[in-house]
């Protein structure tokens, strides 16, 4: 790989995935994700997801950029964080709430485990 890397979905196959249907409060949301990186803890790579609202609880801390669509991040005490095209945001281990896609969103990311 080189040095430095450019994060780019070209020539790598993308994981499928859906949320745990017990989990998934509207939608059919599909999950791709191009994993560019991998290094112990460390995970960095690309994501998209089509329109759909699911619960979601972080143990792992994840630094996320948004390059399309438009998603919101709502907490367990009804804190809601929209997220667009531009925005950078952090998610600390212990976050719970939801994960709301209004319109189908791609965001880079670095997660540590």
């Known amino acids: 790989m080189p040095n430095p890397t450019r994060l780019s979905r070209d020539g790598i196959t993308p994981d499928i ?6 989990k998934v409060l509207s939608g059919d ?3 791709s ?3 560019i990186e991998t290094h ?9 997801s089509t329109i759909g609202e699911w619960k979601c609880a972080y143990s792992e801390w994840e630094y996320v950029h948004i390059l399309e ?3 919101i ?9 929209t997220l667009q095209a531009g925005d950078s945001i952090v998610i600390r281990p212990g976050f719970s709430g ?3 896609v209004v319109q189908p969103t ?4 670095v997660i540590i485990n």
């Open 73 to 81: 991040l709502t907490d367990d005490a009804g804190q809601a964080t």
């Open 98 to 100: 939801t994960w709301r």
């Open 17 to 22: 995935s859906r949320p745990d249907p017990m």
């Open 33 to 35: 994700t191009w994993n």
């Open 40 to 48: 112990g803890n460390l995970y960095v790579g690309l994501w998209h």
């Open 29 to 31: 949301p599909v999950h």
């Open 69 to 71: 669509g438009v998603s």
């Open 106 to 109: 791609l965001k880079d990311y």
